[in-house]
């Protein structure tokens, strides 16, 4: 078989790494930008919501309409373990299906040419990844699967219960990537506050959170996708505590009303969240990103008019708008009093304006500050500008810093290495920043 190779990984950042363990396993392919000239094609795909199916589906045709005659395409992931037999039968132009729990065999899947959807759940213990966008940062997967039954959320019925990976797999893993001169990490999972619950562990992010704290070259590291009931007081504490563990807290609440969030089967209704949010908050640097939908069914005017005002008020630093997507094996499925798609679609630009604006005020209000930064590296706006982040930011995903490279003080910043600065404005969207101590 030839060997060049060119992947694509769609959906989250769980998928990522997924992928960049498929690339580990394929190190002796040469990695390609063109697909057209590519031996093996893989899409990493994501089944989440109709428009990342939609993605994915497109996706994998545009690729196979210019793949050359001689190429393997391969479908992975969540969209292929969800409707593996609808795809196998209504998409002939994919050569390999596999699902979620071959990652660390797709090279055996390649070299026989079959397809195959393992029943074991993977947990990447002990599999080598291929780490891609940054020289310094890694995301590190806590688990599989989710035990919650959010009434929206289909990723249970094809990721099954909650698997956690043991500390010892966790930390090994992480200690591989120090060793190769990673420092920032940010774990994750389909619901990271479970973590070791399937092991009746209540408090697992905090074992975790001790854990890392104990090998060295670790500086930098935050927690994503926290839920409302499996988050305690004392978890916030421990990494509030922690010194190295940001006080980053990404808690997608989905709603704030109290009958919507017991149709959404969320567990704490609107008292408990307040009081988680307003605890985090209280505390010192933090920093907090989360998620509402819109359009569930037997969402009213009212409740939805209660989310904005909660949204607009309440001072967060990020947020994420979802329209609700009826997904079959979810309860909501079921449920009788659907909103119209021109109602969903009216009040997520309604809610939409409402987070531009709350990003513009966080951004703001970092005017003046004096910070740690990280350069990523040359700006794609103008080539005087580099790129950079916040050390406390996820990466991708809570925005980018403009630092002139062309100062006296700045002309030799290194990318991939933390330096003091402060925070002089904003050009749209995006802060700008003076280098203290380069």
Known sequence: MSNKLHIVSLGCTKNLVDTEVMMGRLQNFELSDDNENADVIIVNTCGFIDAAKEESINTILNLHDTRKDDSVLVVAGCLSERYREELAADMPEVDIFTGVGDYDKIDELLAAKESRFSEEVFLIDGAERVVTGSTYHAYIKLSEGCNQTCSFCAIPSFKGKLNSRTLDSLA???????????????????????????????????????????????????????????????????????????????????????EMLLMMKRGFGK????????????????????????????????????????????????????????????????????????????????????????????????????????????????????????????????????????????????????????????VGNILTATVNNA
């Open 172 to 258: 090994k893993e992480v200690e591989g990537l120090v060793a190769k001169g990673y420092y920032d990490f940010s774990f994750v999972s389909q619901d990271s506050s479970s973590y070791l619950r399937d092991h009746n562990i209540k408090d697992g992010l905090s074992l975790l959170i001790q854990r890392i704290e104990l090998i060295e070259g670790v500086t930098s590291a935050r927690i994503l996708y926290l839920y409302p009931t499996t988050t305690t007081i004392a978890l916030l504490k421990n990494i509030a505590k922690s010194k190295i563990f940001h006080n980053y807290f990404d808690m997608p609440i989905q709603h704030i009303n109290d």
């Open 271 to 426: 008292s408990k969240t307040l009081e988680l949010l307003d605890f985090m908050k209280s505390l010192p640097n933090s920093f907090i990103r989360t998620s509402f939908i819109v359009g569930h069914p037997n969402e009213t005017q009212e409740m939805f008019d209660e989310m904005c005002e909660f949204a607009a008020s309440f001072g967060f630093d990020r947020i994420n708008v979802f329209s609700y997507s009826d997904e079959e094996t979810t309860s909501a499925y079921e449920m009788s009093e659907k909103i119209s798609a021109e109602v969903i679609a009216e009040r997520a630009d309604i809610l939409g304006e409402i987070t531009a604006k709350v990003l513009e005020d966080s951004l703001k209000a970092e005017i003046g500050k004096d910070i740690e930064l990280v350069i990523d590296g040359e700006s794609d706006e103008h080539e005087f500008l580099l790129s950079a982040k916040e050390t406390i930011w996820a990466p991708e995903i809570d925005g980018e810093i403009y630092v002139n490279d062309r100062t006296d003080d700045s002309k030799d910043l290194e990318f991939g290495k933390i330096y003091k600065a402060k925070i002089t404005g904003t």
